[in-house]
């Protein structure tokens, strides 16, 4: 008996199948993004510039660069990077695991420009992964050439004296939505923008500059976050929550949670039981203390922070879920008397003083703060005309309370009309089932003649039949012979 030595080289399919990851497109550009702003030079204000256009995706920014000795680490796999730069307190990164992720993610070739501080140099590298995919596996298959360079300005860089490229070709799919991309940034990074990065989005269109995104709140209902908990009081979150001024069917509620100013989870909703009542509760909350996934995108939900966290939140947010559950009953949030009620409880709830509410509320009549800025008037104009339909009685759901809502669309949401469905909640005995059928007066289906009592029945009936389909699982069969009736009786009463 004995033992032998075994040579462990990972086989060079790992470059492809580290970017098989559920990373979207944006994720991915915002990981390199965070890269980028970890490289910034602390007297120096960071530009990012981001350029969609064409077949390629470039990420070019004025950091600090990397020399040949750091780059040369930065290209390994999984490598601890911490061990040969300094980092700031809040860097995002650290084993160098993010940008290989990200970029095999994005396209099947990427390379890397880069000029460091106080070098008149350019050290270049790519990564092709379908030649990475053909070598064989040993002590050479992971070998990177470097190329050095005197700065030309017909490089990415252009005539910047320090800085590096991200250089994506080959990609895997073409981008469809920028606003997407858009949308993404400015949620992902608003700590750092408010604090000055700076980030340019280029598409065809044209060049956005990425600002952070102000939500749409309840006015008054805006509650800081500063808790401690946890053995010693060792973790600490802040932030702040607030009630939205609509309900949300598409999810998009919830907390974004982030980690050394960078988003790790967004529309978070382990704090609180989703549901149509629940679903104006958003917020921000910073957890430096959590362990994100190497290319963070979630958190690490075993960690001992992350299980304190969720027991010590799920009862501090308690007084802003009964809240929430109040002002979305049917008729409060229409109610300047009933918002202002429900919102001075919340804020006596959590110690805050009737004054400072007060002078807020009569200033504004109960809208958010980012309504004026926006040039909307207030809650009442972002939903209008709310009727009651048809009830619909189920044999074992009982009944189904119908409202239908017109409002205005101002997302991406291409359909004409959509629906929210609050099943009974078990801590409410008063509460019944309640479908909302949605229409968007600004869908371009409507400018067609179609008079409103087709609209109504035509977005009604569809909603009734994808709700029994999608939430309560009933065959298509069915589905269709329960909207039949429905419709039938919904003719009938003209």
Not at 2 to 10: A, L, Q, T
Not at 215 to 221: A, I, L, M, W
Not at 410 to 433: G, H, L, N, R, W
Request: proline share 3%.
């Amino acid at each position: 008996m004995g033992s032998r030595i075994v040579k462990n080289f990972p086989s060079p399919r790992l470059l492809e199948n580290i970017g098989a990851t559920n990373q979207t497109v944006q994720e991915a550009i915002g990981e390199l993004v965070a890269n980028s702003i970890d490289a910034r030079l602390d007297n120096e204000k960071i530009i990012i510039k981001i350029d969609i256009r064409g077949d390629h995706i470039v990420i070019i920014d004025n950091g600090k660069g990397m020399t040949s000795e750091i780059l040369e680490k930065a290209v390994c796999i999984a490598e601890d990077m911490s061990k040969y730069i300094e980092r700031s307190e809040g860097a995002k990164g650290h084993f160098g695991m993010g940008f290989k992720t990200s970029c095999s993610t994005l396209g099947n070739f990427y390379e890397i420009f880069t000029r460091p501080i106080g070098e008149n140099i350019e050290y270049h590298v790519e990564f092709d992964i379908h030649e990475y995919t053909q070598r064989p596996t040993g002590a050479d298959a992971w070998d990177i050439e470097i190329k050095d360079n005197l700065p030309n300005k017909n490089s990415y860089l252009g005539e910047a004296s320090h800085g590096t490229a991200f250089v994506i070709s080959r990609l895997k799919d073409r981008i469809k939505y920028p606003s997407a991309i858009l949308k993404y940034l400015e949620e992902a990074f608003k700590p750092d923008i408010k604090q000055g990065v700076e980030i340019h989005l280029i598409d065809d269109s044209g060049t956005y500059l990425v600002q952070p995104v102000e939500e749409d709140y309840v006015k008054g209902s805006r509650i800081i976050i500063d808790e401690e908990f946890g053995p010693n009081n060792k973790y600490h979150i802040t932030g702040w929550m607030a009630l939205d001024t609509q309900t949300h069917n598409s999810g998009f509620y919830g907390f974004n949670i982030y980690r050394k100013n960078q988003l790790v989870m967004q529309f978070d909703k382990s704090w609180f039981r989703a549901h149509l009542m629940t679903s104006r509760i958003i917020g921000e909350v910073n957890m430096d203390f959590l362990d994100a996934t190497f290319y963070k995108q979630g958190v690490q939900q075993s960690s001992e922070g992350w299980i304190y966290s969720k027991d010590h939140m799920t009862e501090y947010l308690k007084n802003i879920v009964s809240a929430s559950r109040d002002i979305s009953r049917k008729g409060n949030v229409n109610s300047p008397t009933e918002v202002k009620r429900i919102v001075t409880k919340l804020r006596r709830d959590y110690g805050i003083a009737d004054d400072v509410y007060e002078a807020e509320y009569e200033s504004t009549d109960a809208t958010s703060d980012n309504k004026k800025e926006r040039g909307n008037e207030g809650i009442q104009n972002t939903i209008k005309n709310i009727v009651t339909e048809e009830a619909l009685i189920l044999d074992n759901q009982g009944e189904i309370l119908i409202t239908f809502v017109e409002k205005e669309n101002d997302s991406d949401i291409p359909s004409p009309f959509d629906y929210i469905f609050s099943d009974v909640d078990e801590a409410d005995d008063e509460q019944k089932a309640e479908l909302q059928v949605i229409v968007f007066n600004n869908h371009p289906l409507w400018k067609k003649k179609v008079d409103g009592e087709s609209r109504v029945i035509l977005a009604t009936q569809d909603s009734i039949y994808r709700m029994l389909v999608e939430k309560l699982q009933f065959d298509t069969s069915k589905a269709l012979k329960i909207r039949n009736e429905w419709l039938a009786k919904r003719l009938l009463r003209g």
